[in-house]
């Protein structure tokens, strides 16, 4: 005996609300709200979806992609028994997250690599293979995550490459699923980049259950479409196969995309030689390395010249921890020169070589006089 649609519906969103993953879920959230607006959700399920709604906490993700989605399964059934309704219910969650600062500028699931690199990387709903791009981090990738939508998914994408010029490869792959709640990501963005946007801002030919972009302008997706090139490798997963196809686009990289739409740039500052070396008011140090014991020695001197400390170790980053956490730095600039000279005292004792400290260690950088690394006015020099 089929099952009254209205009983599925109640079975599917009871059990949603009994699941700590769907209460801070978007697809849970956005469904039960859309459900509230039509007549059954105002009548017979009213009591039903109130409960729902008592269980949300704040959203953390718009749609954790399970394989089974039980709202999903009870919008679906809704669609099915109310074909005049369905229409305008909306499904899934439509409203960007807000811009911040920098790039990118729209926050999500993926992992910057570097902003200078010409390739994004979209996993699809391989979540796996995004986290092991983020561990591998091929050369010339510039940012990895997954896509789990063809609305907001492609959206985010869009809007945070036209934030970056330098990427002009949009390299897709992964498994394109359609999971229970309907959406085919992969399906749709090799779509529209065939076929483009129709009057109604809807991806031609996408198979996905709701391919609307709604966030982002006409002109911004045809900007979008000009700036990358579509690398479609759906359902490739093997990382080896994708890192050698992220260097072949690398390797033909045309240079930053020069036609922006955007005024959201990040600032490229030339650092300038320094001028000057200001003594540190919690005193200096002398570095050597301790050769027969295989250690590096830090001698630190009060600004009168008196020693109060002695801090020895084998790795730089174990001195200057201690350094910092017994307040002998209260400068930035001698925190930098400090861990540079242990460094390179650290690495003379491993080579075998001798080791001066304050030798000019680049080309272009000032000589400093005193054995704190400040000026001539500093009391150590
Ligand atoms: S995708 Fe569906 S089943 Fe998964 S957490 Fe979200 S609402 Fe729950």
Redesign the pocket.
Known sequence: MTQNPLDTMREQIET?AS?A??HK????QQ?TEALAHTEPGKQELSGLLERARSTFVEKQ?D????A?????IAANVFAEAYPEQSESLDLCPTAMPEERPGWPPLPGEYQVARYAAPVAVVTLNSEALAEQLKGKQPEGMAVVGPMHTENLGIERVIQNILANPNIRFLLVCGEDTQQ??GHLPGQSLESLFKYGIDDNMRIAKAQGKRPYLKNVTREQVQTFLEQVELVSSIGLTDIETITDQIRACAARNPGPFEKQIETRKIEVVRAQDAERFVADAAGFFVIYPDEKRGLLIVEHYTPTGVLDCIIEGKAPMAIYMEAIDRQLISRLDHAAYVGRELDRAYNALAAGEPYVQDRVPYPNEKTQSGGCGCDSSCSAA
Do not use: E, N, R, S
Not at 63 to 66: E, K
């Open positions: 949603a699941l993953k769907c879920c978007g697809c849970f469904t993700y749609c954790l992609g399970c089974v989605c039980y709202p999903a229970a709640v």
